[in-house]
């Protein structure tokens, strides 16, 4: 990266930081482990709703969007963990198996390298574990 690129992006974060401020102060000091707890798992029907073929009748179902979805949040890493195990919640109730979510992540490995891959797959088997569903 550049110098004028380094600082750019460090104004856009300050400036974030400062939104943030604005908007609720008590979101400064969360803690964002565990965030993605809050959010319930959604059913299938609602994720074909909004994620699936509302918009795009032709077009890919829930459950593909998904693993699309957690092949990008795996190339990102650890950054995305809430992300990740949300998505792979998700993408089980709209029909993924876990071997489908399993190899999504570890053709990743191509792109974001064996750290990303890595942590995703000990993301996977935490959910996994949750789930109480035999392996395919």
């Known amino acids: 990266m550049t110098e004028d690129f380094t600082k750019l992006f460090k104004a856009m974060v300050e400036q974030g930081q400062d939104m943030v401020r604005a908007f609720n102060p008590a979101l400064e000091n969360m803690q964002v482990k565990g965030f993605d707890s809050l959010f319930p798992t959604m059913t ?69 390298g064996l750290p990303a891959m890595t942590k995703a797959l000990e993301i996977a088997q935490g959910v996994f574990g949750g789930t109480g569903e035999d392996s395919e």
């Not at 299938?44 to 795009?56: A, L, Q, R, V």
């Not at 195990?85 to 071997?99: D, F, N, Q, V």
């Open 44 to 112: 299938k029907d609602m994720m074909e709703m909004w994620f699936g073929k509302t918009f795009n009748k032709e077009g890919l179902d829930a459950k593909t969007r998904l693993l699309v979805t957690l092949a990008a949040l795996t190339v990102l890493g650890a950054q995305a963990e809430p992300q990740i195990r949300m998505t792979i919640r998700h993408a089980l109730e709209a029909g993924a198996t876990k071997r489908e979510i399993a190899e999504v992540i570890s053709q990743m490995s191509i792109f974001g």
